[in-house]
């Protein structure tokens, strides 16, 4: 026969045993990720890192540091954090999120709390923007209900079919609670190509007039990338009712790359590799990259997108 006093004990061990992993304990966060309900960022951490490994970018960097700080140091915020990434391809606005990321869930984009959306792969089709957005608000909805400082990224948003993305609106807007949920502390990046041509044609006006590129303001850009973004058919914000509300709490502008920054990429991925620093073959791997405008070459038209790839050419040296 068992002992009464044998078999509660037993049975209360594995309840509360059952309760600690069950619940967000220390215990269940040993073997799995648990969501970080109170704020963990490390604002130095996220700084150095935008110091050592994003390039060119004085502005978005500024920006962005300023933005998350803010977000983070509050604890009662009146919405989620929205920040809209532009420049064109190579110039680190996937770079930046990804850190971002990283530093609010340490799994990053492996993470289950963040959520990367790419417009032509899960928004493909342009008569199926209503279940699109139905989708889209019930996986938001979902996610933000189980981790409230969820992060969702939607790249590609130049070619999202415009309206899909107005169906995250109210989660963005000044609401404490929608349908019972906070989305006050969730945070939310677009990605988008889109403006970047004024943006490129900024940085040239400043070379021109011989001011320094790191002379470039908010104030200089943030305007035109606004009123551009929302007027542009081809982008996923035209029209936007969240712009139009002014939901986006900043529109950062990624500077296109000169030559000297695209080196400063082929080092951090020589250094990277395990490779020695060889000064000869950053210099080869810049020069194989093309430049604009025609005459003067000064700004890379890919940025440091395909340096990987012209990297593995000059392996063997």
Known sequence: A??????????????????????DSWLKCRFQECCEKEN???????????????????????VVLKAVLGFSNNPSPKKPLMLSLHGWAGTGKNFLSQILAEQVHPAGLRSKFVHLFLAT??????????????????????N???????????????????????????????YEEVDGV????????????????LINKAALDFWTS????????????????????????????????????????YFVPFLPLEQRHVKMCVRAEMTARGYAVDEKIVQAVADEMTYFPKEEKIYSDKGCKTVQAKLDIHEDL
């Not at 006093?5 to 619940?23: D, E, F, K, R, T």
């Not at 790191?214 to 009712?241: A, C, H, M, T, Y």
Request: hydrophobic share 40%.
């Open 2 to 23: 068992f002992d009464p006093l044998s078999v509660s004990l037993v049975a209360g061990g594995a309840a509360m045993a059952w309760h600690l992993y069950s619940s």
């Open 40 to 62: 963990t960022l490390n604002f130095r951490a996220l700084k150095a890192q935008l110091d050592n490994r994003l390039f060119g970018q004085h502005l978005a960097k500024d």
């Open 121 to 142: 792969l899960h928004f493909p089709h342009h008569d199926q923007v209503k279940l699109y957005k139905e989708q889209l608000q019930n996986w938001i909805r979902g």
């Open 144 to 174: 933000v209900s189980a981790c409230p400082s969820s992060v969702f990224i939607f790249d590609e948003m130049d070619k999202m079919h415009p309206g899909v993305i107005d169906a995250i609106k109210p989660f963005l807007d000044y």
């Open 182 to 197: 906070s989305y006050r502390k969730a945070i939310f990046i677009f990605l988008s190509n889109a403006g970047g041509d």
């Open 210 to 249: 011989g001011k320094r590129r790191e002379d470039i303001q908010l104030k200089d850009l943030e305007p035109l990338l606004s009123v551009g973004v929302f007027n542009n058919k081809n982008s996923g914000l035209w029209r936007s009712s969240i712009i139009d509300r002014n939901l986006v709490d």
